[in-house]
Each structure stands twice: as structure tokens, then as C-alpha cells.
């Protein structure tokens, strides 16, 4: 793949990253915001009591999201092995142990934030 | 037009599929486009309630059933077939063409067979040229030859077994029912129904059984994954719908499949393989709709595979043109390509939000409906469930798919833009994402039950709100755990799913015994061993190639595909010769009438709702000439009024013997029942005659020994 290829310069979309973010934040709070105003105003149809609340399914959103995506990574421990994995033989001609499975990554890989997410 | 109603629909695309190999450069790309769209013209020649039917063996088969239900899918599967075959444009091979027409013809098929061993024929038919699509790849990539042959023979292998559930599951079918007709069956009914259950679950990725569909959709070609994921999946959810709709246990298998795959798209780096984990998660809302089983939720069900169909077919097209320029897949070694890829950018956006249920979009006016079905049966749990899952589905194809392969970190990728064929197609998946997001009425008009479907409304100010705070808020959470650095890096890694079981300590197993018969046999059959091997030199002298062609020895797989090639040559010819009109035609009819009548009889007489469906299909099964139909209305109306009959005696035994504590009500409920018994008895006697003697004379006529021997 990529040896040390020079990326292409920015674009608009790069440039703007962090302005996308707060596009998101601010329709989030008008989401709310239009949440608070159809509850007094107009007609909630629904099936169960918690979708009632005000909110309830930004909260939805928000906790099912991170809950999963941290689950995930607790699950990774578990599953995670190196991608050649399967190629090794099941039974060696000398007995030779099951591969170990792979440990953590390094810590260099797990911080390396995205460029697009430069709050700079 | 008549003579071409004759053919099953999809027949079309497997004929023509045998001459693509003598055309050549454009000729050959002009065709295989032309089929697909040939084969759809051949559809809308049949009309809704279409009934084909023929007789082999003494079996009677009903090779072609359009219906509503079938409609959908058949529709959805030529859309599917033209848009793969426009993507698979550059492919020189005819190899894959073949394959992909012969697959989706025979999904098609499928999805028009009336009876249970057209379905098997052509579900078989399926496995065996959709296997093609991922062996391809080993023939462009000589260096993966060897991995993609292991995945296409565990692949195959999973998918023959299913079938060959199906086969079992419809001869104990057959053994309890009397009858192959492909309706609604009871788990409880048959044995055979469980076997068939469980040949669909295989299909339809049920937790546990999903397996293959992660292990070898992303390991075809780049036009292959998309040809697979369109067909197979969808198909067992089809079959599900016909065979199992309102079946309790799918609800919660369905929803364990949103749940549980979720997790593994969050971590997997194979793009194509978060895409295959994606479509297990979306099949289970479908099998959820299948199990809650109301006209909304069967409705759901059935827009949700035609909206899914497309949707994910955009997805992954968009990642197989990343693919075709970049040479990879994996969401470590990609990043930035909106850059030198902006069109294949937007359409991957739009799948994205497609699937993730975004308002204005395909996924959003069919998912609703299965999430509102749910709700009007008042299942929290399940329900609670699905918004999970599709804030899930909002993370791993709504925000992974296309933020890591054209955002993220630039990986310095200067490639060119997908190419025109593969925009296009892209294009047309994209328009009828939006087309459907933004018109459901026209969609809604071609389900199963095109009333309920024009009273639901899904874009409700609640729902639009709703469904966008919870996109909304998951895509909060993203941005929140991005910048926090907790969001997990894609790693080139793999991670271990049921497959293990069978690719690690199974296969251990097998070669450890192996291992030891062996010695075991070298120690002790030794000598036999040495006599038998002269022996058996001596036939190899006699009988080997090229002296005796037919001591080759014979792979299970050349056997399976002859078997194959045998059935579907047979319904090929039963299909043109018993549809031949005239006699023919009233001989297959008069058999589908006796096989009805003698279904009914089959059943348990407690067993009232499968009585009572038994009598519909009866009632509304399509005949030509009058006799045949006075016979028909004679045994409805008899079997009806018997069932009638029964259910009210059941009723008088449940309420018991009057007595002086009886209260009054109780005594008008037993005083009508006696009556409503009574007027039944009576259009018993009237109807017994013309059913009895009629079905007699044609049994005598068209089927003089086969119900006499049993």
C-alpha cells in the first residue's frame, strides 16, 4: 500500500471538519429544542410510556452508541487475532503450541486522531 | 404468450445465460444487460394469481405461483440482476456473467415455485452458480487462489447442506401433510417443517448459523460480493415470510441477529466484511417483521428486503470500485479517496444514510414499518432492541464505511475516479434509494397487502423527529469518542466468530483422526492392504483413463452438480410439457385439485387453523374447466362446513353439560353453537356428493393408483 505517499492537498471538506462538528451540535440542540416544542404543541404518537420524555430518543442514540462501540472494544480482547491467523497448520508435525492471540496494539496505534478531527 | 407463460419467470436469464460464452467484447456486454431486462418483460406477462402447474413422477409440482408476495421479491431480484450485470460492465470473463444470471435466474425461480421441490431445485441451483462468483476471484488473484478456494468449499458446503435440509425436511413434510404445496407451516405440524426451518435459518443467517456470509461474501470478486449479497439472503427471507410468517420464535432470533452482529462491524477492517456483518443485522429486522407476522409487519418485511436490496447494493459497489482502484479494503490502509473519488463519495453517503434510516430516504419508510409493528404488539424488549441496533447500524454503515475509506487521515491514495459503468450503476442504486425515500407510495403499492400499506403513513412528525435525534445523537457520540481518542483504531486484524469452531478445533479433530486411523491401519491391515492394492491395480489397468473412461474416479461435487443439472433438465421439460394446454392442462389440474382435497385430509382434525388454511388454498386454487371448478367449490364448501362443525363441537364440549347453575349467556352460547353445528351438518350432506363422487371420478380418471395404494 501507501509508502510514504504525499496526501493530496486539503480539501474543502478537511478544511471545514471542525465546522461540521458543530453543524452536528447545533442540530442536535435544535432537535431538542423542536423536541420541547412539539411536546407542548403538537400530538406525540406512540407505542410505550418512556417515548413520552422529552429527549428519550436523543438519549437512545447517545448511550446505545457508546455503549456499544466500548462493548466492542472490550469484545476485541477477546476475539481479536493476527489476519494469518487461519493460515497456520492445526496440528504441526512437531507439536507445536496454538498461536497465542495477538495482544492489545501497541499503544502508538491507539492514539492517532484523525486529521478531521484536528480541533485545530 | 401464452406459450411464454409457460416458462417459469427467471427462465429467461438461465437459457440465455448458457449462450453468453459465444458473444464476444460489446456484443457480449449488450447482452448480458439485455437479459435481465428481457427476463423482467417475461414477468409482467404473468398476472397476479398465475398458477403453473405440472406432474412428475406422480408428484404434482407447481412450478410457477405469482402472487403479491412473490411480485415483490421478483421484481426487486430483475432490478438487482440488471444492476450487477451494468456493475460487472469491465469483466472480460464470461465466467461470472454466467454465473451471475444463472444465480439470479434461479432466484427468481425459486421465488415463483409453488411447491416444495421446485423450491428445492432451484435453491440447490442457487449454491451451486453463486459458488462461481467467489472462485472468480482466485482466477484474477493467483496468489489467493488457494484461500479463496477453502472459503468457496465452506461456503459450498454450508450452502448444499442447507438445501439438503430442505430436501429432508420436504419429503417428512410430505410423508405427514400429503401435500408439497409451499404455504404457511406449523413448526409443531410436521418434523419436516423444523428441517425446512431450518434450511431457511442457514439461508437467512440465524445467529449461530450466519457464519458463511461474513466468511465468504467479502472474499468474491469485486462485482461477485454484490451479486451475492443481493439474492441468497433475500430469498430465505422470502421463504420465511411464506412459510413462517407469525412464527413466535423468529421474533427473538430476529432480533438477536440486529443485536448481535453489531459488535463484530464495529471492529472488523474489511470493509466488505463490516458490510456482510451490516446484512445479517438488517436481515434480522426482516425476520423480526416475519415473526410478528400482522399485515404491517409481513408488509414491513417484504418493502425493508427491497429497500435493503438496493441500498446495500450501493454500499457495496462503492466499496468494490475502492477496491478495483486502490487493490484494498481495509479501512486501516484507506482514508481521504473523497479527494480522487468524490462521485463514488456521495453515492457510498447516500447508502449510508439509506441504511442508517435517514428521513427522506429507502431505509427510513421501510424500517419504520417493521419498528411500528413491533410497537403495536407491544414487545419492549424487542423493541428496545431494534433502537439499539439501529443506532448501531448508524455507527458501522452509516459513519465507519464512509468515514474511514474516504475521510479520516489522508493516506496519500492518488487514484482515479470508479469507472463509468460502476458510476452509473451506482447512480441507479442511488436514485431509487432517494426515489423511495421520497415516494414510498409506489413501493407500498407492490406489497403483499397493498391496502394496509396506503394507511400507513411514515413520515409522522413523532417518527421524523424521533428517528433523526436518535441519527443525530449517535452521530454526536461519534464525534464525542473520536476526539476523546476512545474510538477503536482499525486494525489489520481479524476476529474470531463461530467459524472457529469448524476452521480450528473441528479440523484439529479431523486430522488428529485421521492421524490415527492411519496408523492404525498401516499396523494392522497391512497385509490386507498389500493384497487389496493388487487387486485394485489390476482393475486401474483395466478401467483407468485412457482405457476406461468411466473409472474416473467421481468427486462428490461432479456428482451434486449432475444430480443438479438431471432435476433442473426435468423441470425444464415437465414445465414446457405440462403446461401444454388441452389435456395436459386439465390432467395437472385435475391432480392439483386431488393433491388440495387430499391435503386437507392429511391434517390432524384438531389441528382448525391449518384445516381451516388448507380450505382457502383449496378455495382459491386457479383451475381451468368448469367441472374441475364445480368439484373445487363442492369440496371447499364440504370441508369448510365439516371444519366448521368441528370447531363448534369443540366449542359445546368446552363449555360442558347445562345443568341448573348454568348461567343464561352460557346457555345462548351453547343454544348457538348447537345450531351453527347443526346448519353445518347440513351443508355437509348437501356438498358431500358432488366432492366425494366428483374427486372419486377424477382420481379414477388421472391418478388411478397412486391414493389407492397408500
Known amino acids: 500500500m501507501s509508502d510514504a505517499r504525499e496526501p493530496l492537498p486539503e480539501s474543502a471538506i478537511e478544511r471545514n ?65 493476527p489476519e494469518d491467523y487461519y493460515d497456520a497448520p492445526v496440528v504441526a508435525a512437531a507439536p507445536v503450541s496454538e498461536p497465542a492471540p495477538v495482544s492489545e496494539p501497541a499503544p502508538a496505534t491507539e492514539v492517532a486522531p484523525d486529521t478531521t478531527e484536528d480541533p485545530s | 404468450m401464452n406459450a411464454l407463460t409457460q416458462l417459469f419467470p427467471g427462465a429467461l436469464m438461465i437459457l440465455g445465460a448458457c449462450f453468453v460464452p459465444l458473444f464476444r467484447g460489446r456484443a457480449r456486454s449488450a447482452y448480458v444487460l439485455a437479459l435481465p431486462l428481457l427476463s423482467a418483460a417475461h414477468l409482467a406477462l404473468f398476472s397476479l394469481g398465475h398458477q403453473g402447474s405440472a406432474t412428475l413422477f406422480g408428484y404434482t409440482l407447481e412450478l410457477v405461483r405469482v402472487d403479491a408476495l412473490s411480485r415483490i421479491f421478483g421484481v426487486i431480484f430483475h432490478i438487482a440482476a440488471f444492476l450487477c450485470c451494468l456493475y460487472a460492465f469491465h469483466v472480460k470473463r464470461p465466467l461470472e456473467h454466467v454465473a451471475t444470471l444463472v444465480y439470479a435466474g434461479a432466484a ?41 478456494f477453502r472459503v468457496s468449499m465452506r461456503y459450498l458446503v454450508i450452502q448444499v447442506g442447507s438445501g439438503v ?39 437467512a443467517a440465524f445467529p449461530l448459523l450466519h457464519n458463511w456470509v461474513q466468511d465468504a461474501y467479502p472474499e468474491a470478486s469485486v462485482s461477485g460480493t454484490v451479486v451475492l449479497a443481493s439474492f441468497t439472503t433475500k430469498l430465505a427471507i422470502y421463504a420465511l415470510a411464506r412459510g413462517f410468517a407469525g412464527t413466535d420464535v423468529l421474533i427473538p432470533i430476529g432480533a438477536c441477529m440486529t443485536a448481535f452482529p453489531i459488535f463484530f462491524a464495529v471492529l472488523e477492517n474489511d470493509l466488505r466484511r463490516v458490510l456482510a456483518y451490516s446484512l445479517n443485522n438488517q436481515l434480522g429486522y426482516m425476520v423480526v417483521g416475519i415473526g410478528v407476522g400482522t399485515e404491517l409487519a409481513i408488509n414491513g418485511a417484504a418493502a425493508h428486503a427491497f429497500a435493503h436490496i438496493l441500498y446495500k447494493g450501493l454500499l457495496l459497489m462503492s466499496m468494490g470500485a475502492v477496491l478495483y482502484r486502490t487493490g484494498t479494503i481495509k479501512a486501516s490502509e ?32 421501510t424500517k419504520s414499518m417493521i419498528v411500528s409493528a413491533v ?54 442504486a442511488a436514485a431509487l434509494c432517494i426515489g423511495i425515500g421520497v415516494f414510498p407510495s409506489a ?44 474510538y477503536p483504531p482499525e486494525l489489520p486484524a481479524i476476529n474470531l466468530d463461530t467459524d472457529y469452531f469448524y476452521r480450528r478445533p473441528l479440523k ?52 451434486t452438480l449432475f444430480a443438479a ?105 351453547l343454544e348457538r353453537a348447537f345450531t351453527a353445528a347443526e346448519a353445518a351438518a347440513a351443508r355437509v350432506v348437501v356438498h358431500r356428493d358432488a366432492c366425494v363422487d366428483g374427486t372419486a371420478t377424477l382420481r379414477a380418471r388421472y391418478a388411478p393408483d397412486r391414493r389407492g395404494s397408500e
Open chain 2, 165 to 203: 435440509l430442505l430436501l429432508a425436511g420436504t419429503l417428512l413434510y410430505y410423508q405427514g401433510t400429503r401435500s408439497l404445496h409451499f404455504g404457511r407451516m406449523n413448526l409443531e405440524e410436521s418434523p419436516g417443517a423444523l428441517f425446512i426451518f431450518l434450511a431457511f435459518g442457514i439461508k
Open chain 2, 565 to 669: 443439472l438431471m432435476l433442473f433438465t426435468l423441470l425444464l421439460l415437465t414445465s414446457s410439457a405440462g403446461c401444454g394446454g388441452g389435456e395436459d392442462a386439465e390432467a395437472n389440474d385435475a391432480r392439483l385439485l386431488l393433491d388440495r382435497v387430499g391435503a386437507i385430509e392429511g391434517v390432524p382434525e384438531q389441528a382448525f387453523e391449518a384445516r381451516m388454511e388448507r380450505v382457502e388454498v383449496l378455495r382459491r386454487l386457479p383451475l381451468r374447466g368448469e367441472s374441475l371448478i364445480a368439484v373445487r367449490e363442492a369440496c371447499a364448501e364440504m370441508h369448510g362446513a365439516l371444519l366448521e362443525a368441528d370447531v363448534q363441537n369443540a366449542l359445546i364440549h368446552s363449555i360442558g353439560a347445562p345443568d341448573e347453575d348454568t348461567p343464561a349467556e352460557e346457555l345462548a352460547r
Open chain 2, 443 to 486: 413501493l407500498y403499492a407492490l406489497l403483499p397487502f397493498p391496502e394496509a400499506a396506503a394507511q400507513y403513513h411514515a413520515y409522522e412528525t413523532t417518527h421524523v423527529l424521533t428517528m433523526l435525534q436518535l441519527l443525530f445523537f449517535a452521530g454526536l457520540a461519534f464525534i464525542t469518542l473520536v476526539r476523546l481518542g476512545v
Open chain 2, 508 to 559: 484439529r479433530f479431523v486430522v488428529e483422526s485421521y492421524a490415527l486411523a492411519s496408523w492404525v491401519r498401516e499396523r494392522t491391515w497391512g497385509m490386507a492392504l498389500g493384497l487389496r492394492g493388487r487387486a485394485l491395480a489390476s482393475l486401474r489397468r483395466n478401467h483407468e483413463p485412457p482405457r476406461g473412461r468411466l473409472g474416473e474416479p467421481w468427486t462428490a461435487g461432479a456428482t
Open chain 1, 17 to 81: 471538519a471542525v465546522n461540521i462538528q458543530r453543524a452536528v451540535v447545533g442540530v442536535c440542540v435544535l432537535l431538542l429544542l423542536a423536541d420541547v416544542a412539539f411536546t407542548f404543541l403538537g400530538h406525540r404518537h406512540t407505542h410505550f410510556g418512556f417515548e413520552g420524555y422529552i429527549g428519550v430518543y436523543a438519549l437512545v442514540g447517545f448511550v446505545s452508541y457508546v455503549g456499544l462501540v466500548l462493548s466492542a472494544k472490550l469484545l476485541r480482547k477477546l476475539v481479536m487475532r
Open chain 2, 334 to 365: 484507506l482514508g481521504g479517496l473523497h479527494k480522487s473519488m468524490p462521485l463514488t463519495t456521495a453515492f457510498c453517503i447516500i447508502g449510508a444514510l439509506s441504511i442508517s434510516a435517514f428521513p427522506g430516504l429507502s431505509g427510513f419508510v
Open chain 2, 375 to 428: 410497537g403495536e404488539a407491544h414487545l419492549l424488549v424487542i423493541f428496545g432492541v431494534l433502537l439499539f441496533a439501529s443506532a448501531g447500524v448508524c455507527d458501522h454503515s452509516g459513519i465507519k464505511i464512509p468515514f474511514f475509506t474516504f475521510f479520516a487521515h489522508d493516506q496519500g491514495w492518488k487514484v482515479q475516479e470508479a469507472p463509468k459503468h460502476m458510476l452509473l450503476a451506482m447512480g441507479l
Open chain 2, 108 to 148: 427468481i425461480g425459486a421465488t415463483f415455485a409453488g411447491d416444495l421441490l421446485t423450491l428445492f431445485v432451484f435453491w440447490e441451483l442457487t449454491a451451486l452458480s453463486s459458488v462461481f462468483l467467489i472462485l472468480a476471484r482466485g482466477l484474477d488473484e493467483p496468489e489467493r487462489r488457494e484461500r479463496v
